[in-house]
């Protein structure tokens, strides 16, 4: 714990750890210091001159050496000439800060008078109007009237795209580089740059496409005036006409606390139609940062066309002939789950299948969660404390495309001291931040992982680690290789388990894989052969869209039920098809990679004729004669606590409950910590360790490895997909892009593949054109396929590439 | 006597009425036959104004609703371009409703539009049979396109338009 320093402010006397800013002491005592240029995340750089205060500190008898007095024996104080800067001034023994003096008052106000020179006037048409610091800090601080000339304001480009996602408005900028150091220092990605000087500064995007960076959206919230602005949101709706509902956002296992804005329009006929996603503080989760699929691709498919629906008696006919085929299959049927479904999804769905006798699987391209349940982080771990002394190990993953928030919290781990050690197939983006980069060939990544302990120095990185996560992904991996993976990521935690900031983290496809371990399913070692003649029931997947030999597998089954919110090519193929609602039409929990339990709320009314999936389950169930909870999700949550021992003490109460997190961020402090909300619905539970004995970790390995002459395809996950999540997000259309393939240049050059050219992929018995690019990271023989793109691909399997004939 | 004072102060009051009945003309104004001229000032239904070119000078900003005690107004905007416009500025009201029956008439919403597109006119005569007809639509309170004006929605040329809300000047009123 650092020393802590004594000091006033206002009058106000504050304790506060050594090396904390003024701005933030006096934050923190409840004493507003306007800033622009400040952000609590980010280090200080005192450009916008707008926190002006006076400091005094005590005087030193330079004779003596010891502090000057006044007469009256109270020490005496210096103050500078001039007023300084309240946020690059640590806060220093016996200081006294004036914050609201004539002479600091007269200095903001001159600064905001200064600052809006040139602003021009678009407050009533400005996305950010209503949240604007600009505005607020003016009406608080400023003067109504200008001394300068409105005929001689300056004038800029208003319509420049940083890219198709972010719009910037040259005028409205106040160059306090907020976005600029956040993509810097933040996220890692520096696109962004001041170009010119002076009054002609610009912000300016140096990659190709603009603003090349997945967290690009938070420049939106903490830019300070509507300078940034995105464009899913444009001219959407007014601030102060949105509605807020807390919710979590479900692209993926890192479970972002998001607030949904919302409104009801008549664009949307006239309903509650979600109008943005904002990110929601959770200090130990995504602090105040989402990724732009969250922002930007998030929601967009719960409204897609291809919404499923259905009349009352439609749904009860289907409901009806649906319990009719499970009835009649008994053990015979098979459950398939996706990780879209919540835990009470996911245990309605448990309790119904184990009733039936049958099987229930849960669809995954990723295993081990029997190893992430018992080696999974202790409750009370964060990110957020990871530093000196800490090592973090990531396998097998590429968590700036996989898991981006963690990317962000990994990188802020390794700058605070944490040792970094990335192992993988290829180049990943969070290289750069490790302090110790692994690069296998692909095949090799159990041996990689069993020989890490075995190394110099990333030996002793994880011997004598203080606290170690691992997090293992599925990179080039199928199901049999991340099992086998996870044990061996699991063997180095041996020892280790149950504590806090220390364990294994999967990093999943769906936002509540974890969840569907927790609760006891997993997937099919061989799914094909269990679908075959078997009454099979789909819920949110879509195998047959997935892969053409699941697809078959699918015909060559008895029947098919599918539930999903979207027609998909599953529900097409289905004799029955169940619609249901999607996440932000109901209550629910989701529990993150990081075994979080978290809530989300209900957002918009759910989509006529569509009814929770627990529910669907309670509904087949009171029609098959298995007693379930269909009433609300709480109340399936509150059977889950009683029967669920890792889940037991969740209540729902529990998972709302608030404790003071730091920064402070909210509505009342947009001017400093952006304009993400406050967290006032939960910040979520971790789960208790799972209590049965953890599985064995030894024994696994053995992979697929590229023969002389052969090219083995790996499956790899790109952020921006054509998932059923994801397709519907138009606006990311140019950066999903079409299917690609990576190549190490020199196996291009036995092909004859250019870079950037198209090429035929023989893969899984499909064909289909891909573009061929180049990654000089990889081993050669080795061919990279997208996940979502069209091309089946689950397991590493021997590939053909062919140049596509030029039309 | 008794009886000659009475019928001498009745007398005085009918000639008083006799003397009206010539000199002054009637005040009842024979509505809807006739109509009273309103006051400069009056608020009565509100329309929405034209520039002489024909576009629309709401700007979709959402501040008459804002500024609405009554939540009367409902405001929709969508972004202009210079195929499809509608307003010099960035954005234009796709969709703007007055509900007639739950306004108050006071102005507010005139006071708080930054481009006095909002204007409460002098028309006191609404009546309905439904409750819907009450909601009033933007092609109702728009006034048509003055003459040498075309209508909305015009292509500019680009370049023209860059201003995000048109440039005042200081109110004359």
């Known amino acids: ?807 | 006597m008794r009886l000659v004072e009475p019928f001498l102060e009745l007398m005085t009051g009918m000639m008083t009425t006799l003397k009206m009945l010539v000199t002054e003309k009637p005040v009842t104004v024979q509505y809807p036959e006739e109509k009273k001229a309103v006051k400069p000032r009056y608020r009565g239904r509100h329309y929405l104004t034209r520039y002489e070119n024909g576009l629309e000078k709401c700007i979709g900003c959402a501040l008459c609703a804002a500024a609405c005690p009554a939540d009367a107004i409902f405001v929709e905007a969508s972004e202009n371009t210079d195929e499809k416009r509608f307003s010099p500025g960035d954005r234009y009201a796709s969709t703007y409703e007055i509900n007639m029956l739950r306004c108050i008439y006071c102005g507010f919403c005139e006071d708080a539009c930054p481009t006095e597109a909002i204007v409460l006119g002098d028309n006191y005569e609404l009546s309905f049979t439904d409750r819907r007809q009450a909601v009033y639509t933007k092609e109702m309170l728009i006034l048509p396109v003055p003459q040498g004006g075309a209508p909305t929605p015009q292509v500019t040329e680009p370049g023209k338009f860059t201003r995000s809300v048109p440039e005042m000047k200081d109110p004359v009123d």
Request: charged residues 20%.
């Open chain 1, 1 to 807: 714990m650092a020393k802590l320093i004594n000091l006033t402010i206002n009058g106000v006397a504050v304790t506060v750890p050594d090396g904390t800013l003024v701005v933030d002491a006096a934050k923190k005592a409840g004493i507003d210091i306007p800033v622009f240029c400040y952000h609590p995340k980010m280090e200080p750089v005192g450009m916008c001159r707008q926190c002006l205060v006076e400091i005094g500190r005590p005087a030193i008898d330079r004779a003596t050496g010891q502090p000057a007095l006044n007469d009256d024996g109270t020490p005496k104080l210096q103050f500078m000439p001039k007023l300084e800067t309240a946020c690059t001034n640590p806060v220093s023994e016996g200081m006294v800060v004036l914050t609201a003096t004539e002479k600091a008052k007269a200095g903001q106000k001159e600064l905001l008078e200064l600052l809006l020179t040139s602003h021009p006037l678009d407050c009533p048409i400005c996305d950010k109007g209503g949240e604007c610091p600009l505005q607020n800090l003016t009406v608080e601080y400023g003067s109504s009237q200008s001394r300068f000339i409105f005929d001689e304001k300056q004038r800029a480009d208003k319509h420049v795209h940083l890219g198709e996602l972010i719009n910037l408005d040259r005028e409205r900028c106040i160059q306090c580089a907020r976005c600029i150091r956040f993509q810097r220092d933040v996220a890692g990605d520096p696109v962004l740059g001041f170009y010119q000087r002076g009054r002609l500064t610009d912000i300016v995007t140096y990659s190709d496409p603009g603003f090349d960076s997945v967290f690009s959206g938070n420049t939106t919230d903490i830019c300070p005036v509507g300078a940034l602005t995105t464009a899913d949101f444009r001219f959407g709706a007014r601030s102060w006409e949105l509605k807020q509902s807390a919710s979590l956002c479900a692209q993926c296992p890192v479970g972002c606390n998001v607030t949904f804005n919302t409104r009801r329009e008549a664009k949307s006929g006239g309903v509650m139609a979600i109008k943005r996603v904002m990110p929601r503080q959770n200090e130990q989760v995504n602090e105040t940062w989402i990724c732009d699929k969250g922002r930007f691709a998030g929601y967009h498919y719960t409204e897609a066309e291809s919404r499923l629906g259905l009349d009352a008696a439609s749904m009860e006919s289907a409901l009806s002939q649906a319990a009719d085929k499970l009835a009649a299959a008994k053990s015979d049927a098979v459950f398939l789950a996706g990780g879209r479904l919540s835990n009470e999804d996911f245990y309605n769905l448990k309790q119904l299948a184990a009733k039936l006798g049958a099987k229930a699987y849960l669809y995954s391209p990723m295993a081990g969660g029997e190893y992430t349940t018992a080696y999974g982080l202790g409750a009370g771990s964060n990110l957020g404390d990871l530093g000196k002394d800490d090592t973090v190990l990531v396998v097998a993953s590429d968590l700036y495309n996989e898991a981006p928030v963690w990317h962000l919290r990994l990188k802020a781990a390794a700058k605070r001291g944490a040792t970094l050690i990335v192992a993988a197939g290829r180049a990943t983006k969070l290289d750069e931040f490790a302090s110790f980069v692994v690069r296998y060939a692909y095949g090799d990544e159990v041996e990689t992982v069993k020989g890490l302990a075995g190394k110099e120095k990333i030996g002793d990185a994880i011997k004598n680690a203080a606290n170690l996560v691992v997090f293992y992904g599925s990179d080039g991996l199928g199901l049999a290789g991340t099992s086998a993976l996870a044990a061996a990521c699991a063997d180095l935690l041996n020892g280790k388990t149950g504590k806090v900031n220390n364990g294994l983290v999967g990093v999943w496809n769906a936002p509540n894989t974890q969840g569907a371990y927790e609760l006891g399913l997993a997937p099919a070692a061989d799914l094909k052969s269990e679908l075959k003649g078997k009454t099979v029931y789909v819920i949110a997947a879509d195998p047959a869209g997935d892969d053409p030999a699941l697809a078959d597998a699918l015909k060559s089954a008895k029947a098919v039920i599918a539930q999903d919110i979207l027609a998909t090519a599953t529900t097409q193929m289905a004799a029955v098809v169940l619609p249901a609602a999607a996440y932000t039409e109901r209550e629910g929990t989701y529990t993150t990679a990081e075994r979080r339990v978290q809530r989300f709320y209900l957002a918009v009314p759910a989509k006529a004729g569509t009814r929770a999936d627990f529910a669907i389950f309670a509904e087949l169930g009171k029609k098959l004669g298995v007693e379930l909870e269909g009433r609300s999700a709480l109340l399936v949550m509150n059977k889950i606590a009683a029967e669920e021992k890792a889940f037991a003490g969740i209540s729902y109460a529990r998972l709302a409950e608030v404790t003071a997190q730091w920064p402070i961020v909210g509505r009342g402090d947009l001017y400093y910590g952006g304009t993400g909300y406050e967290n006032k619905l939960g910040l979520g539970v971790h789960l208790a360790l799972a209590l049965t004995p953890a599985p064995s970790t030894s024994g696994r390995g053995g992979q697929m490895r590229p023969k002389e002459n052969e090219l083995v395809a790996v499956p790899v996950s790109k952020i921006y997909d054509l998932g059923v999540t994801m397709a519907p997000a138009k606006l990311l259309g140019q950066r999903i892009g079409a299917a690609a393939v990576g190549l190490n240049p020199v196996t291009a050059a036995k092909l004859n593949v250019e870079n950037g050219g198209k090429v035929q992929v023989q893969v899984n018995g499909v064909t289909a054109e891909a573009i061929a690019r180049f990654d000089e990271s990889i081993s050669t023989g080795v061919v990279l396929i997208y996940r979502s793109f069209g091309i089946p691909i689950s397991e590493p399997t021997s590939v053909k590439i062919v140049v596509a004939e030029k039309a």
